[in-house]
């Protein structure tokens, strides 16, 4: 993988969708569970127009999310300062990962207990989702952190595109 000391414009719009996406899908939540509590009693209440609109976001984020990582892939990015302790890159590296997996896990096992009927997706999804919300307060507590109290330029490379 090629190491850069920017992200291009398009990984930083990437970044930024996604982010903007999934806070779209937690405002929606409430909606969603209600829709699923209706499914899951067979009632017609809930509103499901609301509920195919959290599927196909979720499913956006997904493939989003695999572009990402294939332009990851294929272009590189930069490398975290080199007087950063070693211990926060390991912390860095892991919530990255697991910020990927998360993101490709939640609309798989929402669709399985929405298209399947499979109570333990649901089960998994809602769990999921609290992964995800610690992994992005981690997220943004280590890019906050990083700008403010190691002055790194960590943060700003989502903010602005590396020149070509």
């Known amino acids: 993988m090629v190491t850069r000391k920017g992200y291009s414009g398009l990984q930083i719009g990437l970044h930024w969708l996604v982010a903007a996406l999934v806070l779209l899908q937690f405002l929606a939540a409430d909606g969603i569970e209600h829709a699923w509590d209706a499914f899951r ?20 984020i997904f493939a989003l999310v695999v572009w ?4 990851r892939l294929s272009r590189g990015g930069p490398e975290l300062p080199a007087n950063e302790p070693k211990l ?9 990962g697991l910020l990927y997996v998360i993101l490709l896990a939640l609309p798989v096992s929402g669709s399985v207990a929405w298209f399947l009927g499979v109570t333990p ?7 999921g989702k609290t992964v995800l919300l610690v992994l992005i307060g981690l997220h943004v507590a280590g890019a906050l952190f990083q700008h403010f109290a190691l002055r790194s330029d960590v943060l700003m490379r989502m ?3 590396e020149p070509r």
């Open 41 to 60: 009693d067979g009632t017609a209440a809930g509103d499901l127009k609301l509920a195919y609109l959290h599927i196909v976001v979720g499913w956006i």
């Open 68 to 71: 990402r990582i294939v332009v």
């Open 88 to 96: 926060l890159k390991i912390v860095a590296h892991a919530t990255h």
């Open 121 to 127: 997706a649901a089960g998994a999804h809602v769990i």
């Open 159 to 161: 903010l602005q595109a």
